[in-house]
């Protein structure tokens, strides 16, 4: 009995070990049935009309929230301003043509055309992982691009990174797989804050011209999505790597193995807890 207790407690504290080893997100979205924010901050909301609505459907990690090419979530209009960004989460590819996983975009008042400022990350019809960020000063843009390599039907984990104050101007990242495929220095510098700022957020679309009664929906998404997250921070290297791994249950994601450092440490604690019961 001592020795099956040890071994419950040494499984739990390698779980907790691994759940501490990247930060928690501002806004996640585990679609178990709901689109609402775990964290309890920004809510995703079905379309009133119901041919726009994602169904959930089973998945690896109990249900999934499934787009058909014609669907979106979307927020109300939020007030969050930040100049570093994170997007994460799992997808599912099975349409031909480019979809939008996440956006955000403002419109002012005086403008009813097109965006001020809009974010979109995106996966193209010849399977890259695409991010643009545009502001309309100048119709000035950022755009990050990674390698053709994604195939359809198959689960994929995808990181965006967006640090105002890394390089010299700032850099946009992109990450597959927990492998960085693409980072640009930013062609100019502007805060997120402006794209944030009584903006929306979608996921599944990217619409064009919100805030002027006349939505302009673009380039929906086909396939599946699951455990999207939004950090208002950016995340590193190691901790995308460590987000990645914490993912086992999809096809193509290595089972999470804690670091070499964290395995000595708990072994030799785990050995004086045992000859404290021998």
Known sequence: M?????????????ICLQTTLFAAPNQE?????????????????????SASQPTFQSGPYNSVLSFDGNDYLETSYTDIAFDQLTVSGLFYKSGTSTGTIFSMAYVADNHVSLPDETLDLRITSTGSF??????????????????????????????????MYAGSNGIMSVYIDGTLLASIDLTYQS?????????????????????????????????????????????????????????????????AVPEPATLICFSAALLRLLKRRI
């Open 2 to 14: 001592k020795i099956l207790n040890l071994f419950v407690c040494a499984c739990l504290l390698i």
């Open 29 to 49: 979205y585990q679609f178990e049935n709901t689109t609402t924010d775990s964290m309890g901050n920004v809510d995703m909301i079905m379309p009133a009309d």
């Open 130 to 163: 695409y991010a643009h960020a545009r502001s309309d000063a100048g119709w000035q843009q950022n755009l990050v691009s990674s390698p053709g390599s994604i195939q359809n039907d198959q689960w994929y984990y995808f990181a965006f990174v967006y640090d």
């Open 191 to 255: 805060s997120l804050l402006d794209i944030a700022y009584d903006s929306k957020q979608y996921i599944g679309t990217l619409n064009e011209s919100p805030g002027t009664g006349e939505d302009t929906f673009l380039l929906y998404f086909e396939g599946q999505l699951d455990q999207i997250k939004v950090y208002h921070s950016a995340l590193t290297s190691s901790e995308i790597t460590a987000e990645y791994t914490s993912y086992p249950d999809y096809n193509n994601i290595p089972v």
